[in-house]
Structures are given as structure tokens and as C-alpha cells.
């Protein structure tokens, strides 16, 4: 027998994996971390669990009667697969490919395919599965992201730079908030459960001990959000109705404003817009002052302690900072752009330790200083398609071909979409309203899905095509935000008959005639190689040094020379100090308070400035007396989205997934600890166990993404999936984000 220790990386980080032979048997924590994730503890079980694609599959009524076959297309999830050899399934799926491209066009090919794959620069799934589309001709895409897409449609218009770069470079580092901060108002709370995790790895878990260091120094820590747990322990707790942190924040400002505290300076000289929103502050435009009293009426905050937060906000130096939670919601610009403009009222944007950051906690990274190298990409090459939907419009898309929606100031028109081809993600997990999206699947002629596991979204593919994990081919594992570099070595053999994307899209590419571009003669290694020779090149121009590839793959990992404790970029300082010099990119070189841009949209759900809009579902809308419980489905502390979920599902009293609860709403329905529940709307319901605390504010209620949608015959979700609750609806015409977080729902024993 033999057995080794290697280290690799993941999303949520790197740790050390035991292989016996051919089988992991177990795993560890990274020594250099000083926080490490148990996410990989079910690593070994799931790695080689039942639930993995064992062989090439295609779904029988397919295969026996074609694509064209309107009627088989309702059997999507409800029928067995034919497993095939590996050259037979490739040829038909080749064939297949080029008749959509042939009779439909490239336009009718969706290759969006939002996820989040597994950590690896070249092994990403949706690198390859977007270079291979490109060279065969191309595929409508999907823009910007789950996470992000009301903040990335808002920022420019407001700070005139794209929203990940603003979140990235103009932020301050958690050394300079340490130094300079007096008041850290944390809207969202800023996340250590959410922080384990960032896109391609994050290798010290710093979240915790910076809050240890801000309490050391005195620094005030104040969560505003529905669930004491979003910041690390010691913060005060303000509790807040979801999706009203915008009335809260204009509570806030008719304070600042009313008061004297403004900094006039600021807003004439850095801003523009502030006079035509200060009208609708004080109520002059449109009768509603907006008083403390009238935010707490909405916002379940008392008007006494908004009054006290603003003078402290002004007095001391603040940093407001929201969670992206907020923007995932609908009307999710509306507290993103009403923060900077709060922000831009207390005049401390360009002032260390002072202004607003977006994004601490979410993921990982931000907040740590880390000088940027670029290399290390897989070309996805051009996209001769032009057509693309906002990422969460999946399943408007597929209901509604050739039907007009808005984007950003664009009227577009939906593709016919005639086959749909997804890689690396897992959308009957992350999509709004899962049976609306089931309807929505009928609609392509032919699904085809590369999948390590059978997942809900693998069982409603056409084609599914088994892919190797992370852990069963060579890759090299890195992120922008982290200053390590990984060899992430092939611990054991693929699994079953799995392959790697890589060489599937070889394949095919070879099949349907376009072989030589998209492998460009290169083996998988060859790549690996070519990669990381470029990478060394460019960093060698920014004098780092960096070894050789055999040197790396022999140390397994390093330590690159990136990173800067004492960050010294104050964020906005140049544009502070002289606006004319150092303009934004905005219409008018400042920070936009009201957008000329935005109001010449005439969106009803997006005006010139930030404005309270009442969601459809929320504490205080008429759907309340019928549904009187807010979901919010935050990310799982336990793990990556559904990530590992085959073998969390298998432990004892893991599923269906925990629904938390106060305890008062558990006293008031008779539900126990620990108990079966169902939670529910006129959507949809699954069933969930409930954990009552009273870490969550009455009203509220939250049950975390991840579970496998395992819906019965009448619907209902064995697993908890909230995504079976919540509403499929752009955020606004703006950002036509998701609105996961924009949900009521009752529950009761099961
Ligand atoms: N209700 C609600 N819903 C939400 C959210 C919310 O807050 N509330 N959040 C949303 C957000 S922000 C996100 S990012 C999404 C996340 O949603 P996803 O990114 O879709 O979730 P993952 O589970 O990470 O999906 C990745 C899939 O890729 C597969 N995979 C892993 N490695 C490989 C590989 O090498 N090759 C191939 N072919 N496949 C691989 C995994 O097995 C998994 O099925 O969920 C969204 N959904
Ligand atoms: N462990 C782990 N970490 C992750 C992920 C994971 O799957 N697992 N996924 C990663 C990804 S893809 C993303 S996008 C990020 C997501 O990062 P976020 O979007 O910031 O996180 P969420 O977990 O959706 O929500 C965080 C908290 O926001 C609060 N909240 C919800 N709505 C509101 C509101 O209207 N107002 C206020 N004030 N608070 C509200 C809820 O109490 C919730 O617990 O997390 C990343 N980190
Ligand atoms: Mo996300």
C-alpha cells in the first residue's frame, strides 16, 4: 500500500489530502493558516460517493427519438439514461452540436453556464467550456453574476468604475481600518462563515482575528442585519427588517442632514446631484420627509437610536460597509447607491479608515493587500455572438424567445434558445423559483451538462458528459486576492470512467471540425506548462521571482513576494484631495448622487437617486398577513453552495436542511428544536428542521442554499432548497439581478 500527504487548494482554501492507492482516506488543515475551513472534512466521502457520474449517459427518450421530439423534453428529470462508451456518446453529441449550428445559428446556443466549477486556473470549467463554444462559432452569454449583479449595473454609474475593481483596489485594507477607524457600521454584517470562501482559493482565513484587533483598539462594531451571527462575536447587534436598509440609511441622512453635520465642502467639490436628492430627503419633492420616525416605521429600527448612530457617524471617523446580501434583493441598487451617497454626506471618502467599502466578508480577500500579477488565464478567445442576458434571466429567457426586456438603458430582445450546454455550475440549486425554472428546461431542444456528480441539474440534461474533480488531474491553483501559488497534483486516478473538461472539449472540438483551434496542438500538461511560462515572464518584468515549473511542482507550494501589510493606497484620496486632476469616470467626474444618466432610463424601479421602493415581498407588504415570515437563504456556513452536498446529505440528522428560527415565532407555530417543518408560500414548499435561536430577529427566518432540489410529486422539497420558495425577478430594469433575498414565507410542523 502506499500512502502520501499533498497539499492542494480549493475555494475555500488549501489543505493537505491522505491517498491510500487509489482512494483518499482522509484530509487535514493547511500549517500556514491560521483559520482554516472544515469544508474539505467530507471531501474522501464524496469524492468517491454513489452519487458520482460513473460513465457518458443520455437520456433514453433522447436518444430514441431525437431532439426534435417535442414531448420526451417533459421527461427531463423523471427518466433513466442510456450509459454509452465514450466514443458513441461523443459522436452523437458532436453530431448534435453542429446541426443546432447548422439549422439555428450560433445564436441559439447557450453557453452562459453560471457556477462556480472548482479552484485551478486551467481546469475551470467554464473556461473551457466558453474557448470551446468561441472556436466552434460562438454562444449567447450571460453577464455579470448571482453575486453581484444589481452592485456591478449601479457602481459605474455612480463611482465611474467597474463595481469588482472598485471592491478590489479602492477599498481600505483591514491594517488601515485597524489604524484609522473609530466607527465600523456594518450593514449585512461583514461574514467569517462567508469569508472561508473566495473564487480560486483563499489561503489565510483573517476575517476573525481583524475583529479581534479592532476590538483591542476600541473600535465600535455595529451589525445592522437580520441575524446576530453575520459578524464575528463582540459587534452590537441592531436588528433590521430585510430589504429596508434603505430607509434606514435615509433615516440616517435626514439626521446628517437636518442637524448641520453635512460636509458642504465635500458634496459641492466630489459630488454631484446632492440638491435634487436633498429635496426628496426633506420631503419637499415628494411630501415624505424622511425622518427617523418614518425609516423606523419601515425598518423596525427606533428612530431614537438612527438618530444617535448619525451624530456618532458624524463625529467619529466611519466606515459604512454593506454585505453583497443587500444588493441580492429586489431593488438591490437602491442600498448600494443610497450607502455612497450617506457616505458622500459624511465627506469621509478619500480619508483613511473612512468612507464606504463593499464586499468585506463576502468573499474572502478583500480587505487583505495583495499586489496583482496578471498570467496565468486559458484564452477563452472572442465570441463572434453578441447576444447575452443578464445572468439570473435564465429562465425568462428559455419562456420568453424573441420577447423585449430592459438592461442598464438597453432595450434587448430574449434568444431562441434551441440547446443549452452547462459546465461547472449547477443552476437547479442557485436559481430563483426551481419549478418555474423546470418549466423553463422543456423549452431547448437538447441539454448537455459535464457533471462529477449526479446533481439536479445533471438529472435534467439530455447528454451528460462525467468530469474528473479537482483532485484527479494536474492543475495550478491561484487567486488574484491571495498571495500563494499552488501545484495542485492529480491525488488519485479519475474516478469511474470521468474525464477532464479539458479533454472532452478535445474531443469534440476534433468531432465537429474545429479541433486544432481550440487545443492549438496543446495537451492538458503542455498547457499547464505554457501557462505558468508566461506567468513567470510577466512577474519576472515586475521583479518577482518565481521558479521554475519542475522547482514548483517539487515544493508543491509557494509563497509569492505580493503582499503588503501596511497597505498604503488611501481609497479616493487623489479624486478627494483634487476632483479636477483626478476625476471618476462618471458623466461628470464625481460621485454621482443623482444620475442624469439613470433618470433618462424613465426605469419606475431605478430613479435618478437613491429612493426607498417597497419590495413585492417584505415585512411590510400586504403579502405579509398571508405569509408573515421573511427568508432570507444565505450562503451555507458548512460548505460551497451544493457543493459536497452527497455526503453532508448522508450524516445523520443533516437534511433536510436547517430552517433557523426565533423563538418566538417557533412558540407561536409549536415547533420544537430539532423538529420536522415545512416552510411555505403560494410558490412552493420543502421541508426543512428547525434550529430556533435567538441569534435571528422575530419575523425572520433563514435557511441557507446547498440542499439538492429533491422535489416529490407534488412538488414539495425533501432536501430544504429555498430556492423553491423564493421569486424569480430582476432586481430592477437596471441590474436585472437575482432577488434570492426578497421572500415570505410561513412555516409550520411537518
Ligand atoms: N436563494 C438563494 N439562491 C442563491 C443565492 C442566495 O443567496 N440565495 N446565491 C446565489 C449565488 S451568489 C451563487 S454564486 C450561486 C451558486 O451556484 P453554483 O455556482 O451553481 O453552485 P455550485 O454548487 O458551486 O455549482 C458548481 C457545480 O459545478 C460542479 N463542478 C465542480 N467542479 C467541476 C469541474 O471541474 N467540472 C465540471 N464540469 N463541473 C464541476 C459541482 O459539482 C457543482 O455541481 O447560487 C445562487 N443562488
Ligand atoms: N461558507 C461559504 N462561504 C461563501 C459561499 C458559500 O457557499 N459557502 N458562497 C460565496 C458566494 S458565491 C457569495 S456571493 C458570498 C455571499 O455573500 P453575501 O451575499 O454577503 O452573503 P449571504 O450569506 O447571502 O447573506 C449574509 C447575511 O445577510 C443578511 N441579510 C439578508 N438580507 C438582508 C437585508 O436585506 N439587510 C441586511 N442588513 N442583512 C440582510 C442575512 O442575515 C445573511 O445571513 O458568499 C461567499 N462565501
Ligand atoms: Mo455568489
Not at 522547482?551 to 503582499?563: A, C, G, S, Y
Not at 409549536?670 to 410558490?683: A, E, K, M, Q, Y
Not at 430594469?733 to 411537518?750: E, R, T, W
Request: net charge negative; proline share 7%.
Amino acid at each position: 500500500m502506499t500512502t502520501k500527504t499533498r497539499t492542494t487548494t480549493s475555494h475555500w482554501g488549501a489543505f493537505n489530502v491522505t491517498t491510500e492507492n487509489d482512494r483518499i482516506v482522509g484530509v487535514s488543515d493547511f500549517e500556514l493558516d491560521p483559520n482554516p475551513s472544515a469544508i474539505s472534512k467530507v471531501l474522501p466521502a464524496a469524492v468517491h460517493h454513489e452519487s458520482r457520474v460513473a460513465k457518458p449517459s443520455i437520456r433514453k427518450s433522447w436518444l430514441e427519438h431525437g431532439p426534435s421530439h417535442a414531448q420526451s423534453r417533459e421527461l427531463r428529470g423523471a427518466e433513466e439514461f442510456v450509459e454509452l462508451p465514450w466514443d458513441e456518446a461523443l459522436d452523437i453529441a458532436a453530431a448534435e452540436i453542429n446541426r443546432v449550428r447548422q439549422s439555428h445559428g450560433n445564436e441559439s446556443i447557450f453557453g452562459g453556464s453560471y457556477g462556480w466549477a472548482s479552484a485551478g486556473r486551467f481546469h475551470h470549467a467554464l473556461g473551457q467550456l466558453h474557448r470551446f463554444l468561441n472556436c466552434g462559432g460562438g454562444y449567447v452569454a450571460s453577464v455579470a453574476s448571482y453575486s453581484t449583479a444589481a452592485a456591478q449595473a449601479i457602481i459605474p454609474h455612480v463611482f465611474g468604475m467597474p463595481f469588482l475593481k472598485m471592491m478590489w483596489s479602492e477599498i481600505n485594507s483591514w491594517q488601515m481600518i485597524a489604524d484609522n477607524t473609530q466607527t465600523l457600521v456594518m450593514f449585512g454584517g461583514i461574514n467569517p462563515k462567508n469569508s472561508q470562501v473566495s473564487m480560486g482559493g483563499v489561503t489565510h482565513h483573517e476575517t476573525n482575528s481583524w475583529f479581534k484587533e479592532f476590538e483591542k483598539r476600541g473600535i465600535k462594531r455595529i451589525n445592522i442585519s437580520p441575524q446576530r451571527t453575520d459578524t464575528p462575536d463582540g459587534a452590537t447587534w441592531q436588528p433590521i427588517k430585510p430589504g429596508t436598509d434603505t430607509a434606514m440609511m435615509l433615516g440616517l441622512a435626514y439626521v446628517i442632514n437636518s442637524e448641520g453635520l453635512l460636509d458642504e465642502q465635500f458634496l459641492e467639490r466630489n459630488t454631484t446631484g446632492f440638491e435634487i436628492f436633498r429635496q426628496y430627503l426633506t420631503g419637499e419633492s415628494d411630501g415624505i420627509a424622511k425622518m427617523p420616525e418614518w425609516a423606523a416605521s419601515l425598518c423596525g429600527v427606533e428612530a431614537k437610536i438612527i438618530r444617535e448612530l448619525a451624530r456618532t457617524m458624524a463625529a467619529t471617523r466611519t466606515l459604512i460597509t454593506l454585505s453583497w446580501s443587500l444588493q441580492r434583493a429586489e431593488h438591490g441598487e437602491q442600498p448600494y447607491w443610497m450607502a455612497a451617497t450617506l457616505a458622500a454626506m459624511l465627506g469621509q471618502i478619500g480619508l483613511p479608515g473612512g468612507g464606504i467599502g463593499y464586499g468585506y466578508g463576502a468573499i474572502g480577500g478583500i480587505g487583505i493587500s495583495v499586489k496583482r500579477l496578471s498570467g496565468l488565464t486559458f484564452p477563452q478567445m472572442q465570441n463572434p455572438v453578441k447576444q447575452s442576458i443578464p445572468v439570473a434571466r435564465i429562465a425568462d429567457m428559455l419562456l420568453q424567445p424573441g420577447e423585449p426586456f430592459n438592461f442598464n438603458g438597453k432595450a434587448l430582445n430574449y434568444p431562441d434558445i434551441k440547446l443549452v450546454y452547462w459546465c461547472g455550475g449547477n443552476p437547479f440549486h442557485h436559481h430563483q423559483d426551481l419549478n418555474r425554472l423546470n418549466q423553463a428546461w422543456q423549452q431547448p431542444e437538447t441539454i448537455i451538462v459535464h457533471e462529477p456528480w449526479w446533481t439536479a441539474t445533471a438529472k435534467r440534461a439530455d447528454i451528460v458528459f462525467p468530469a474528473t474533480t479537482a483532485y484527479e488531474r494536474h492543475d495550478i491553483g491561484r487567486a488574484q486576492g491571495d498571495s500563494y501559488l499552488f501545484d495542485m497534483p492529480a491525488l488519485i486516478p479519475p474516478v469511474g470512467e470521468a474525464r477532464d473538461d479539458y479533454d472532452i472539449f478535445a474531443e469534440l472540438a476534433q468531432r465537429a471540425g474545429f479541433g486544432e483551434a481550440f487545443t492549438e496542438g496543446r495537451s492538458s500538461e503542455a498547457w499547464l506548462q505554457h501557462m505558468y511560462d508566461e506567468f513567470r515572464h510577466e512577474s519576472a518584468e515586475q521583479s518577482i521571482d518565481v521558479p521554475t515549473f519542475d522547482e514548483m511542482q517539487q515544493k508543491n507550494w509557494i509563497d509569492l513576494p505580493v503582499r503588503d501589510a501596511r497597505f498604503s493606497d488611501v481609497p479616493f484620496a487623489a479624486f478627494r484631495e483634487d476632483p479636477t486632476a483626478a476625476p471618476l469616470s462618471t458623466p461628470s467626474g464625481k460621485i454621482e448622487i443623482f444620475s442624469e444618466t439613470i433618470a433618462s432610463f424613465g426605469y419606475d424601479d431605478c430613479p435618478g437617486h437613491a429612493t426607498w421602493l417597497p419590495p413585492r415581498e417584505w415585512l411590510g407588504a400586504e403579502r405579509a398577513t398571508q405569509f408573515p415570515l421573511h427568508l432570507v437563504s444565505p450562503q451555507p456556513g458548512d460548505k460551497l453552495h451544493s457543493q459536497l452536498e452527497c455526503a453532508i446529505a448522508d450524516i445523520p440528522g443533516e437534511r433536510p436542511a436547517p430552517v433557523t428560527l426565533n423563538p418566538a415565532d417557533a412558540a407561536a407555530r409549536s415547533i420544537t428544536h430539532g423538529s420536522l417543518v415545512c416552510v411555505f408560500n403560494d410558490r412552493c414548499e420543502s421541508l426543512a428542521r428547525a434550529k430556533i435561536s435567538a441569534d435571528i430577529m422575530p419575523g425572520v427566518v433563514a435557511l441557507p442554499t446547498g440542499a439538492w432540489f429533491s422535489p416529490d410529486a407534488n412538488g414539495t422539497d425533501s432536501q430544504g432548497n429555498p430556492n423553491t420558495l423564493t421569486r424569480d425577478v430582476g432586481t430592477s430594469q437596471l441590474g436585472q439581478g437575482s432577488s434570492a433575498h426578497s421572500c415570505l414565507v410561513d412555516v409550520k410542523p411537518a
